[in-house]
């Protein structure tokens, strides 16, 4: 009884001593840190805001101060500059809307079927398949675009999305996230259920394993969009029509000769590529970081 | 037996993975073998896609590229670029995640800090690049009408002509767009580790800095080379912002990356797409072997700590065991 007591009373002190320590933070490190987090903030947001406002002046008063917070009346006069000459934000947008969409609905509905044929079934190949889809997924496919440049070009199909678009059938690193992601959603027993009332394979996988996976597709759905949509190299090797440029392209063209003095337009032109990424990304950013987070888990 | 694992179900999974493969080996296994043996070939020029294989000497593209100097440059370039980058980057995340996984501090408005500090990196790098080489611009860019508004400097700056300055650059805007990524991904590995083992240390008496690098460190290993290994894939394949941010691979080709130089090589100039292929299947090996070098390093380190946290176990099973005998005896 005696030796209870004693525990009971060393278990209190213990709590005690924690109440202590979380009550004698140092206040200082407590401003430091909000200090550096406000000024992080400036820093994070400071550019976009300076090519928003720069968006609506004139390249006079950006040549008088280049920093101001107040926007001016410029806007149109900037876009009429704009799109007098090559860059042509709508076929940049519908292009790389193309694109990125085709992408996204590929790899999403490939990579799900794929990681199915891997969870569900029991087949031969089966563990050497998985092993060969971890060993690939970290190879860049950047330092092989001599070879797919070559192979578009002999078929005559550079210039064309589709050959930005079909390659996204094999995204291995996808087959592995929704693989590990199934393994625990999917209950074997209600595909077996479904078999027994007589639904065929694909049926299956459609009607019920594609739902269960909604989470995950989701996620997978946003960054796939984003990394699509951001995409410079590829397309910069296969497209040479300017009628097939997607956006990132168009940008690149804001560096030519050709909006050399036109600071305003410039500050646009670039408005227009970032903006909309800037408020999807605002609307779902609650997703988008919890995506990030759930990204690190698969590693 | 095989007739049970045959169980006519099993077809299904060949079906299913079909598709898969059938890309791959189009888009991605044809290309990879084209690219190795174009840079063992003769093929160059517009339009060109006649090739030979070298006859007098089949290394002779590797022998160029390896002793290119440009090349060499631009090798280095990218190493610098990249550990410029990742430092501060990787410093900077630590940091943030030890404030805002501390349950001392109790950081407010962590989630509209993490929405902020992430937003680069969701932006396209091309915008990125040419807007901050619109802010960096020659005589009134917005930095330099900043720096002289606060009086820092009297007359404006060239930023984009000094070589090192265009680097820092660059390197700043790596890491301005890559730790608000890299910090998520730690905050949700610590989030990830025991609280048990930090009421612990909290009961022990260690405090902020030994609980850090002495429970939270070790337990984010993984993540840690998970982040590691992919910067450095992506580093070493650095592409949109050195080539949009100043021309030409910059002052004096100081921000000239490897990848820019393949692309330089095979798509300008006169196209050699042979020399280019060999570039890449050099950056190729390097990273394969790099990454492959990492996960090898870790692993063993964890199974290491394993045996010799099971040999201390043993070792003091053993010692508990001398004792009750010793008491017993007593």
């Known amino acids: 009884m005696a030796l209870n007591l004693s525990k009971a009373g060393a278990a209190g002190s213990g709590a005690a001593v924690t109440m202590n320590k979380k009550q004698q933070h140092n206040p200082v490190l407590k401003v430091i840190i909000y200090i550096v987090c406000i000024i992080l903030t400036i820093l994070s947001l400071m550019p976009f805001i300076i090519m928003m406002v720069n968006a609506t002046r004139s390249t006079n008063e950006i040549q008088a101060h280049a920093v101001s917070l107040i926007p001016s009346k410029y806007l149109f006069n900037n876009l009429k500059i704009l799109v007098s000459k090559s860059f042509d934000p709508k076929v940049g947008f519908m292009n790389s809307m193309i694109v990125s969409v085709g992408v996204t609905l590929l790899a999403i509905y490939f990579s799900t079927l794929t990681a199915y044929g891997l969870v569900i079934y029991d087949w031969r190949l089966k563990n050497a398949v998985f092993k060969f889809i971890v060993a690939v997924m970290m190879i860049p496919a950047q330092l092989t675009t001599i070879g797919f440049y070559q192979m578009v070009y002999k078929i005559h199909m550079t210039n064309h999305l589709s050959m930005l678009i079909l390659p996204a059938i094999a995204n291995s690193s996808m087959v592995f996230f929704m693989r590990q992601y199934m393994v625990g959603a999917l209950p074997f027993e209600l595909v077996q259920a479904a078999r027994i009332d007589g639904a065929g394979e694909f049926f299956i996988f459609n009607k019920i394993a594609l739902p269960i996976m909604k989470p995950a597709i989701a996620t997978q759905a946003i960054f796939t969009f984003v990394g699509s949509w951001n995409n410079l190299f590829t397309p910069m090797i296969l497209l040479t029509d300017q009628k097939k440029f997607t956006l990132p392209i168009m940008v690149s063209l804001l560096r030519g000769d050709i909006y050399r003095t036109e600071f305003g337009t410039i500050y646009l032109g670039l408005t227009m590529t970032a903006l909309p990424l800037i408020i999807v990304y605002l609307i779902l950013s609650k997703y988008i970081i919890a995506g990030v987070a759930l990204g690190s888990v698969k590693g | ?330």
Request: glycine share 8%; hydrophobic share 50%.
């Open chain 2, 1 to 330: 037996m095989k007739k049970g694992k045959f169980n006519g179900y099993a077809k299904w999974g060949y079906i299913f993975c079909i598709p898969f493969f059938l890309a791959y080996a189009i888009f991605q296994l044809y290309p990879t073998f084209y690219t190795i043996i174009i840079g063992f070939t003769d093929l160059k020029g517009v339009a060109a896609t006649d090739w030979h294989f070298l006859k007098d000497d089949l290394f002779a593209n590797y022998k160029f590229i390896l002793g290119n100097s440009m090349f060499r440059k631009a090798f280095g370039n990218t190493v610098k670029l990249w550990v410029f980058n990742f430092i501060p980057q990787i410093s900077l995340a630590l940091l943030l995640t030890a404030w805002f996984t501390d349950r001392r501090f109790k950081i407010k408005g962590e989630g509209f800090f993490k929405v902020v500090f992430y937003m680069p990196n969701i932006i396209t790098a091309a915008t990125i690049a040419i807007l901050f080489s619109s802010l960096f611009g020659f005589p009134m860019g917005p930095v330099n009408d900043l720096l002289m508004r606060f009086g820092f400097i009297d007359e404006p700056y060239n930023f984009l002509i000094k070589k090192n300055v265009a680097q820092y650059i660059i390197m700043f805007i790596q890491t301005w767009m890559w730790y608000g990524y890299t910090m998520i991904i730690l905050i949700s590995g610590v989030l990830g580790i025991s609280t048990e083992i930090f009421e612990a240390a909290e009961v022990d008496g260690a405090n902020g800095w030994q609980t850090f690098w002495l429970i939270t460190i070790p337990n984010i290993k993984t993540i840690l080379l998970f982040t590691l290994v992919t910067s450095l894939i992506g580093g070493l394949n650095m592409f949109d912002i050195p080539q949009l941010f100043v021309f030409g691979g910059g002052p004096d080709n100081a921000t000239m990356t490897t990848n820019i130089f393949i692309y330089n090589q095979a798509f300008k100039g006169s196209y050699m797409y042979n020399r280019a292929s060999a570039a890449s299947m050099i950056m190729f090996v390097i990273i394969v072997v790099l990454s492959a070098l990492l996960f090898y390093l870790l692993r063993d380190k964890d199974e290491k700590a394993l045996e010799r946290i099971k040999k201390e176990e043993r070792k003091a099973q053993k010692i508990r065991a001398k004792e009750a005998a010793a008491r017993g005896q007593m």
